[in-house]
């Protein structure tokens, strides 16, 4: 079973950096301090202030607006923003996180299926048949599309909040569906089980749509069982 990964001075400055924008009252679209004033406040090195930027913008927390400086993202806000400090989630951890997904996802997708109109079902489509010309492609790609059917189908429960908080568990699981992807093999299975669900969704079918997501993601837990206790 593996271990946390010892939290390194980017994952720390990172902290402080959104230490830094709440305790400041900062709000969305409000301009932050130059690379060069946050390097000082912190001493750090540039690089390293810069790895803890692109973090916290690929979270949406700031925007670097080239030629023009650092703001408040507009995700600043989000209910649930996602922690861009964990590098290796502890398997306790990481198995609670599915834990979530199970509990939460499945009734989501009963929802998409008794609220969704037929011309919103086209997102679900659209990410499936990517989803199905990266199967034996690019990785990266791949699991986008898989990680997009998720979030929209969630979306589509009509719930917002709900809807952040599956966005958020994506973006923290989003490296350990990565690895099971290139381990494990299971780009088909994935492709058929979400084939499967959209079905359910499409024909309005609750129970069917519930059942199929939970059946999904519990074996998504199973497989990562399998990883945790393998040598």
């Known amino acids: 079973m593996s ?3 010892r939290p390194t001075l980017s994952d720390a400055l990172t902290e402080r950096m959104l230490e830094l924008i709440r305790t400041g009252g900062h709000r969305p679209g409000d301009r932050l301090p130059s690379t060069r004033e946050l390097s000082q406040r912190f001493a750090v090195t540039t690089p ?3 790895e803890a930027l692109r973090r916290l913008e690929a979270t949406g927390a700031i925007e670097m607006r080239h030629g023009s400086g650092i703001y408040v993202g507009a995700d600043i806000e989000r209910v649930v923003l996602p922690n861009p400090n964990v590098r290796e989630l502890h398997a306790a951890r990481l198995l609670e996180l599915l834990g979530a997904r199970i509990l939460i996802e499945p009734p ?3 929802m998409a299926a008794q609220h969704a109109d037929p011309d919103e079902l086209a997102p ?3 990410v499936l048949d990517e989803a199905g010309r990266h199967l034996r492609g690019d990785d990266a790609l791949l699991h986008e599309a898989n990680m997009s059917f998720h979030r929209a189908t969630a979306r589509l429960a009509g719930n917002s909040v709900l809807h952040e908080v599956v966005d958020s568990l ?10 099971i992807l290139q381990i494990f093999d299971d780009r088909r299975r994935d492709y058929e089980e979400h084939l499967a669900i959209l079905e359910a969704i499409e024909a309005r079918d609750t129970a069917q749509a519930e059942e199929r997501m939970r059946v999904h993601l519990v074996d998504v837990k ?3 069982e399998h990883r945790l206790q393998s040598p």
């Open 3 to 5: 271990e946390v990964t």
């Open 48 to 50: 390293t202030l810069r």
């Open 108 to 110: 989501l997708a009963a």
């Open 124 to 126: 679900l489509k659209r």
């Open 170 to 179: 994506l973006t923290i699981h989003g490296p350990e569906q990565r690895e």
């Open 222 to 224: 199973t497989v990562i």
